[in-house]
């Protein structure tokens, strides 16, 4: 049971909703490839996502975001998800820059942009049981979502 309880739904699947398997038996969400989106302010820090624990690395910290429909690009996807799971409004925010990892068979892509106003974020899926903006030094402290925990250094640097 997720440490705090969400009484949300689950979002239906849709087109691009599945499994991808590597070469060496690593699965990776979504068809299309997936992207995220780290919003950053410059006074609160990045927002972060608590994974629910039935989710793919669930109990852990990471950024809102998720498969990517057909024919969709990688920002809009990003900034659909983070409207979805976290209520980002994309007209507070402005892109920054983006990374790519790249295995192949699937693809996903950080999206980074500067929130340009304090907004609350607002859990809208089950998905998550929180969501925080957490200060660039407190990020390594929490337990990280292993793909966001191998990009957070890099993305730190460029945002500073």
Known sequence: MDPLPNSLPRRPRGPGDEWVYGENGEKFWGSFGAAGLLVWHRDLGVL???RSLWSH?????GLPGGALKPDEGAIAGAMREA???A?????LLR???STVLDRGVWTYTTIVAEAMVVFEPVIGDAE????AWVALDDVVGLPLHPG????WVDLRSRLV
């Open 48 to 50: 972060l996502q608590h």
């Open 57 to 61: 690395f669930g109990g852990t910290w």
């Open 83 to 85: 409207n979805e799971e």
């Open 87 to 91: 209520g980002v409004d994309p007209e």
């Open 95 to 97: 892109v920054m820059f």
């Open 128 to 131: 998550s049981v929180a969501l």
């Open 148 to 151: 966001f925990e191998a990009t």
